[in-house]
């Protein structure tokens, strides 16, 4: 007993080395990578520069303006790019002449993927120059495409400018893009400098909260159910405008007006436009009341020209919650045509299912 003790520790032991020697050669080659791109990143003196440094300027519109902080002191334009080989993007503030005066890669979008060099940013979406803090000095807006397994995103950020440095606040950033506050340049600046914000519909326990908020239920589609675990409810569909953008929302609200769950339809889409469909039926076969939902969204494609898509959800009921269905929409979702009835997507969900 003791020698089979005495040759499982010895395994063990042997396991925990080769797990080390494994790890800090992982590590030992990222840190070799990161210090290589920072050495790229830092030799860029010029915008002649930025291609041989592995970047790419992104974005067709570049602000021109005069910038004090960081000792710039002169007018010069913002160039962002994208860094081809791992998906970073940085700006670069250079002069008539094409000197780099400052540049910087501590952006939002950089972060998406937790301690690694490689990140997701396609290009640069958009960016201006606004005063967002009030200061007197112009403020750059930046809003990044993105792209993670083929599902693309926005991501937003601003960097602040002071009489001395340019800076982030975290905190602005990560609302920003938790409530999916990043769709274009205006709504990062109706969150940022005029103090809207989508927060509430997220927050909000009853209906007349959300009303009072500026939440608006579609007419006509509010319409009674009963799902098992949560009674007798109301669904109630809606938006809420913020700049020009339709946030869609649904809730399911009790006898008492309370909140009782909220479904978020919208994914990455850049807007809503209309509503087409929505069912309560049982999907999965369980029994179980089940929520199907298909609308109409509007977003820019690659050459930022606006198109028009259907898409659907489906939240299957458990109990005493719900979860949105991944599996039968990745593979149905691929041939929707855009013709297809809510009921359609309800019997092809079922066959999936086994019915």
Not at 72 to 97: H, M, S, W
Not at 228 to 240: Q, W
Not at 258 to 266: D, E, H, R, S, T
Request: proline share 1%.
């Amino acid at each position: 007993m003791r020698h089979n003790m005495k040759k499982f520790s010895l395994c063990l032991l042997l396991l925990s080395f080769i797990f080390f020697v494994i790890s800090t050669e992982s590590t030992s080659a990222s840190s070799t990578g990161y210090d290589e791109y920072r050495t790229r990143f830092e030799s860029i003196r010029y915008l002649a520069d930025i291609e041989n440094a592995g970047y790419e300027i992104s974005g067709g519109t570049y602000i021109t303006e005069y910038f004090k902080a960081a000792g710039i002191n002169a007018e010069c334009t913002v160039y962002p790019a994208i860094n081809k080989q791992y998906g970073r993007a940085a700006l670069f503030f250079a002069d008539e002449g094409g000197a780099v005066l400052y540049k910087t890669e501590d952006l939002e979008c950089n972060n998406f993927y937790t301690g690694s060099l490689s990140q997701p940013n396609i290009d640069i979406a958009a960016t201006a120059g606004r005063d967002i803090n009030g200061n007197g000095l112009l403020d750059i807006l930046i809003v990044s495409r993105c792209s993670d397994d083929g599902d693309i995103f926005k991501i937003g950020d601003i960097l602040f400018q002071s009489e001395d440095i340019f800076y982030r606040d975290w905190r602005v950033s990560d609302k920003i893009n938790r409530f999916s506050m990043n769709k274009d340049l205006n709504m990062i600046t109706a969150f940022a400098r005029n103090g809207q914000s989508v927060e509430f519909l997220y927050s909000a326990s009853t209906l007349e909260e959300l009303i009072n908020g500026g939440f608006e239920p579609l007419p006509y589609q509010i319409f009674d159910a009963n799902y098992e675990k949560f009674g007798a409810v109301k669904v109630v569909p809606g938006i809420y405008t913020m700049g020009e953008h339709s946030v869609f929302i649904l809730y399911l609200v009790d006898d008492a007006g309370q909140v009782v769950w909220n479904f978020q339809c919208a994914r990455h889409y850049d807007n809503f436009s209309r509503m087409t469909g929505i069912s309560f039926k049982d999907v999965d076969g369980d029994g179980w009341a089940d929520l199907s939902v298909m609308a109409r969204y509007m977003s820019l494609d690659d050459n930022n020209k606006t198109y028009s898509a259907t898409d659907f959800s489906i939240y299957y009921q458990r109990n005493g919650y719900f979860f949105e269905d991944e599996d039968f929409r990745a593979g149905y979702f691929k041939s929707l045509t855009g013709k297809e009835k809510m009921d359609d997507i309800v019997q092809a969900a079922r066959r999936y299912w086994g019915w």
